[in-house]
């Protein structure tokens, strides 16, 4: 039965995770700062985790639970500005892919900082991915594009939070956890609001009546694709949850093709397929 509920929360968190990058991406269409946008979302999300506040158990919390949630909410609040940045720059069904450098980051510093060295499979998984992307971005030189340098820099930055995410569930629960994230990403997007903003005026940014739609349904996106992804990491490995995550580059890539008319969509359907036999093959043979 637990294979059957995890399977239901991989599924609603590829779909929520799709939704909640065409209603950022949007937003930022639409000229809001993604600064605001990355702010405005984790303020919804904590206002709503209010209730679960009863629900806690604060008999867990220790110096080591401080310690890994503001480290998760550091890096998600980094990852999701630098998401939103890429989102506002590039293309959905571009940037959905780039996601699947994340196993290959996973190896690389599997090699340097453990000295983890892959096998075969392991090596062949990652030159899938390479050549599948290539489909997709078409140019080792779109990684000078900075939209590409977001998306990467939000992967680094995703892929770091899941081990604290992962963390915080072990030693406290799934509620718990949710609402730290909540949280404490409203706090750091706060900050980050405010050194980048381009006002030096502080505050709490106030959307239109058009835009705040937008932000509820971004928010709940995000926090079901949050608390369902808190679900899988509490019940499945990290690792192997992450590579599930994965297939929501091909609803990406669809999105954006109908949504904000990017091209190429056989091209970019055939290179995700390749990408997801490369992450496959590492997830099931590369260790």
């Not at 929360?9 to 995770?17: D, E, P, S």
């Not at 992967?155 to 949710?178: D, G, N, P, Q």
Request: glycine share 6%.
């Amino acid at each position: 039965m637990q294979i059957f509920y995890n399977f239901i929360a991989i599924f609603i968190r590829i779909i929520t995770n799709s939704l909640s990058n065409v209603f950022q991406k949007k937003l930022a269409f639409e000229g809001e700062n993604p600064v605001n946008i990355n702010f405005i979302n984790y303020l919804i999300l904590s206002l709503l985790s209010i209730p679960l506040l009863f629900f806690a158990d604060y008999s867990v919390i220790n110096y080591k639970f401080w310690f890994y949630a503001l480290a998760g909410g550091i890096t998600g609040a980094v990852c999701n500005c630098f998401m939103v940045l890429a989102l506002e720059k590039g293309e959905l069904s571009v940037l959905g892919p780039i996601n699947s450098y994340k196993a290959v980051i996973g190896l690389i510093f599997g090699i340097i900082v453990l000295h983890e060295m892959p096998n075969l499979y392991g090596l062949a998984g990652i030159i899938l991915i390479i050549a599948g992307s290539y489909f997709i971005l078409e140019s080792p030189k779109a990684f000078m594009r900075k939209d590409i340098q977001y998306r990467v820099y939000a992967l680094i930055f995703s892929a770091i939070e899941a081990v604290f995410i992962k963390k915080v569930i072990m030693l406290s629960s799934i509620t718990t956890s949710f609402i730290m994230s909540s949280f404490f990403g409203a706090f750091f997007s706060y900050i980050i609001m405010n050194i980048f903003s381009k006002t030096e005026k502080l505050g709490i940014p106030i959307p239109t009546k058009r835009h705040t739609i937008f932000y509820v349904l971004t928010a709940a996106c995000f926090g079901l694709m949050t608390l369902t992804t808190a679900y899988v990491f509490r019940y499945m490995n990290v690792g192997y949850a992450l590579s599930l995550f994965q297939l929501s580059i091909i609803i990406n890539v669809i999105l954006g093709y109908k949504l904000f008319n990017e091209k190429k969509l056989i091209k970019k359907l055939f290179g995700c397929l390749i990408i997801l036999i490369g992450s496959a093959t590492i997830l099931i043979f590369g260790h």
